[in-house]
């Protein structure tokens, strides 16, 4: 549980949170998302961590960069490379964003007291590890609901406190939409 005395920063895991976010059906409103993290703390800084396809005049990610970009949430990202995998001969795509994190939450560590992850990566393991040992809590926000589970188990285990996603799910996410009324509804 936070207390409104931490310094609190948010490293979200673009892909990885998106990917459990899609396999648990939710559609992430991050302004509700960062208003549930940042209350009853100081919340420091939320970053933001994606790549971006190089060869793209257009993503599909580009308006959710913008408007975080507005919104509050550092957004950290770099463009995708494209490569020849030479033992299948197929096109890969790389674009992972650990070092950056890795690195923005380590540079952060001295000025905080609790880092929240939005990741179930178990690379991640050692970061916590050195994290906690500069006298930070850590959070880590994934999934054991999704098939498999999104979240590795040794970065549960190594977390201070784990929030499953579908547990926050009303806090995180878009209010479904109302239908409107149709007239044949109405009497006269």
Known sequence: MTTAYERTALFIDGSNFYAAARALNMDVDYARMRSFFAKDTNLLRAYYYTALPEDQEFSPLRPLIDWLDYNGYAVVSKLTREFTDPDTGKRRVKGNMDMELALDM??????????????????FCRLLEDVQGMAVKVTVVSSTKTSPPMVADSLRRMADEFIEMENIREQITRPPRQKPESNEDATD
Do not use: M, R, W
């Open 106 to 123: 380590l540079k952060l560590a001295p000025h905080i007291t609790h880092a929240v992850l939005f990741s179930g990566d178990g690379d």
